[in-house]
Each structure stands twice: as C-alpha cells, then as structure tokens.
C-alpha cells in the first residue's frame, strides 16, 4: 500500500491520572537500589482520520483510584471531550489488554465495538488468574463486563496482527500479560506506534530492562525490537505511563497544557 493509500490520523495522549509515590524499583526487573523517585502517569490516546476515528483503552474510574491509590485528575472520557471526541458517539475502542487502568470505563463508550486480542480474553478468564501474582492488576467487574459485551457482539477478537483500517492497525506483542496489543498509526511524521503497556516507560525499551509485571519475559523484550520495526524511528514508539510523553510533546491548546499533548509531531530531544 502507498503513502497515498492510507488516512493520516492526528493522534493524541490524554493524561487522566497520576501516582507520584513511586521509585525507580518498581519500575525495572533489574533495578538499581540507588534509584530514586519515578512517578507514573496514566493515559488514554485517541486517532483522528478523516474517515476513520478510534480511542485507544478507557483508564480506570474513582472507584478503582481509591482502591489502588491512585490520584485519579478527571474521567478519561471528559478528557476525550476536551479535545472533540465525544465518548458516547465512538465507534471503536483498541482495548490494549484488560487490566484494571486500560478497561475501566468501557461502559461510557455504548455504541463502541471493542477491539481484543483472542489470547487476551482466554487470560483473563482462565487458569492464570487463580494465580494472585497474575490476577492483582485485573478487577472481576471489568472482566465479566466484558463477556457480557461478547455475548452482545460487541467484542471484535483479534488473533495477531490485524489492519483495522488503512493507515491503523493493531499488533499482538505479548509479555505484559498473554494478550497485550499495540497499535500502529499512520501519520504526518510517518508511522507512529502506541505501546501501552508493551512498554511503560521509554527507559524500558532504552536501557532495556522490562517492567516487573510481566507474564513473559521473552515476549515482552522481543516487543521491545517489534515496535522499533513498526515504527518510523525509535523515537515514535510511545511508552504507555512514562511522565516525559508529557514534556517531550506539546498541548493541542493552551488551556490543555497538563492534559493532553499532539503525538504525530517530532518530540523534542529531551523531556
């Protein structure tokens, strides 16, 4: 397929959350004890084409902040208000993987079809989660919500790589959990890819060291080279919770300074 083939989609990270009280140990199989403070951010991102318009995960609501300690800073879905998307008329929603802060508000997106790597719903709904050390990251709630959306054909499986339309696709990585997916978006600045949990921060992928919730090692780096493959350079795959996406790219709009940043443009150097 051509350049001329494909939509250019606008592409967009919402920041809806954050959790400051973290260290760099958290962060890093291999940690180094002297590291010191990591915050994390949580996000959702949006792609707006021209015939074409998705949502990428829903984040968590106040229930699962207050239970988890998180500083929840406004619903993922009034952050997709602020920049034009309206949660209520989306049509499709990448669901990277179900945990807790990537599925949580799937029930403000009614007419949406939620897409979901095969692997991922027979994870989290089989013998894995009998095992706290997998299960701790998913809420029941959000899992059996989702099979209810299966039985009202809402669920569009995936089993691997899968174009959704020209110019966006999704792509089975693994690692994080047995069905995680990231997605590949066509832009002005060429192929950008959004990792999600693929990788959490960009020293992840950089040092690499592969964050410590993690169901296959092995995937999980092997992700780390198939990403760099999708995307046009190293430079534009985009971590799933890493603070610097925020410096590193620039506000839509003054008055989103804090919330939201443009992702199909070059980041800067250094955030």
């Not at 410096?247 to 443009?262: C, D, F, T």
Request: glycine letters at 8%.
């Amino acid at each position: 397929m051509s350049p001329s083939d494909r939509e250019t989609f606008e592409v967009y990270a919402i920041r809806y959350a954050t959790l400051a009280d973290r260290t760099a140990q958290e962060t890093f199989i291999m940690a180094d004890p002297h590291d010191g403070p990591m915050p994390m951010d949580y996000f959702v991102w949006a792609a707006i084409g021209p015939r074409h318009s998705y949502v990428i995960d829903t984040g968590f609501d106040e229930a699962s902040a207050a239970r988890r300690g998180r500083d929840l800073l406004r619903s993922p879905a009034a952050g997709l208000d602020m920049i034009g998307v309206d949660a209520g008329q989306v049509r499709d929603v990448i669901v990277t993987h179900l945990h807790y802060d990537h599925i949580g508000n799937f029930d403000l997106f009614p007419r949406a079809t939620f897409h979901l790597q095969d692997k991922e719903m027979c994870y989290a709904t089989g013998r894995h989660m009998c095992e706290q050390t997998f299960a701790t990251a998913y809420e029941v709630d959000h899992i059996v919500g989702m099979v209810r959306q299966v039985y009202q054909g809402r669920v569009a499986f995936h089993d691997g790589d899968a174009e959704l339309s020209p110019g966006f696709s999704v792509h089975f990585v693994g690692g994080h959990t047995m069905g995680l997916q990231c997605v590949r978006v066509w832009t002005r600045m060429g192929w950008l890819v959004l990792a999600s949990d693929a990788s959490h921060f960009y020293a992840n992928m950089e040092r690499p060291s592969p964050f410590p919730i993690v169901f296959n090692v092995g995937e999980m780096l092997q992700g780390f080279h198939k990403m760099r493959g999708l995307a046009e350079a190293a430079r534009f795959v985009i971590p799933g919770h890493d603070p610097l996406v925020m410096a590193r790219y620039s506000a839509p709009a003054p008055n989103l300074e804090g919330i939201a940043v443009r992702l199909d443009a070059e980041p800067v150097a250094e955030g």
